[in-house]
């Protein structure tokens, strides 16, 4: 979780690549072609079959969607709490390194768009969703854990400490 532009999909690949884990992308289960948002049961259901899943890494946010139903299914939650000058940047370079392309994470027919809204939305996200997502980390049961990367090297080096030996750079 965390604001767009943070690393949050890069993360969840990498971890999903050293761990055989599924990635399950909500904005792939979100979003219909044409950048149609999905009706909220319909997105809601489409979660909840993910969650069923034995095991998965679920990339993305939606906590007004589906605060519950994530928190109550998860073990551990990887919060991506980043400046906003990073996820900003993170936005400027995803826009120009994929441009018109649909991203993997994405549903098809969304191709990757410059959205002045998108990027309000980004700028504000500290100071309007942060709130929130502090409010739903506090309903976390003790069984679970959360996991805070205030900068991106932190979640470099959670990577290389969840690596099985063999999959280390230099192992033999």
Known sequence: MGSPGSGKST???????ITGIPVVSLDALFWKPGWVESDRNEFRERVADAARQPRWIMDGNYSSH????????????????L?????????LMRVATSYGRVRMEMAEG????????????????REQQRPQLLAYFEQMRPDQSLVCFTDRSQADR???DVAPPALTVGAH
């Open 158 to 160: 959670y990577l290389r």
């Open 83 to 91: 400046p906003r000058s990073t996820c900003m940047l993170g936005i």
């Open 110 to 125: 969304c191709p990757e768009r410059v959205n002045p809204e998108f990027l309000r939305y980004v700028w504000t996200f």
């Open 11 to 17: 993360f969840a690949r990498r971890l999903s690549d």
């Open 66 to 81: 589906l605060v519950e139903l994530r928190r109550d299914a998860s073990d551990t939650v990887i919060w991506f709490d």
